[in-house]
């Protein structure tokens, strides 16, 4: 992903519509994989478990930063995609820490 953390959304039309569709496409499947497949996979165990849960990470680690950029320009890109994707993704046990603020 190019989103680009403390970018101006309105000034980066580009940048805009990459983070719009991470945060209304791509975050939204995500969340609902890992808040369904994930808890039965990871009990699983073995390596697919691991590479699901890295991927789960760095997809957390994406929201954070979406999070971090969505704020003060909540007009342009909406939060709610993303704090739901994180809440998902900490509920599933994926991510550790989440801090909706």
């Known amino acids: 992903a190019t989103v680009l953390p403390s970018a101006n959304l309105a000034e980066e039309p580009a940048v805009l519509e990459e983070a719009l569709f991470l945060c209304h496409e791509v975050l939204p499947i995500f969340g ?3 808040s369904v497949h994930f808890p039965s996979r990871s009990a699983e165990g073995g ?7 890295e ?8 929201a954070a930063d979406l999070r971090d950029e969505s704020r003060g320009q909540e007009g342009l890109l ?6 739901s994707c994180l809440s998902q993704l900490k509920a599933a046990g994926v991510i550790t820490s989440y801090d909706p603020q």
Request: aromatic share 8%; hydrophobic share 40%.
């Open 32 to 34: 609902r994989y890992y």
């Open 55 to 62: 991927l789960g990470e760095r997809v957390g680690m994406i």
């Open 78 to 83: 909406p939060p709610e995609p993303i704090l």
């Open 47 to 53: 390596e697919a478990a691991t590479e699901l849960a």
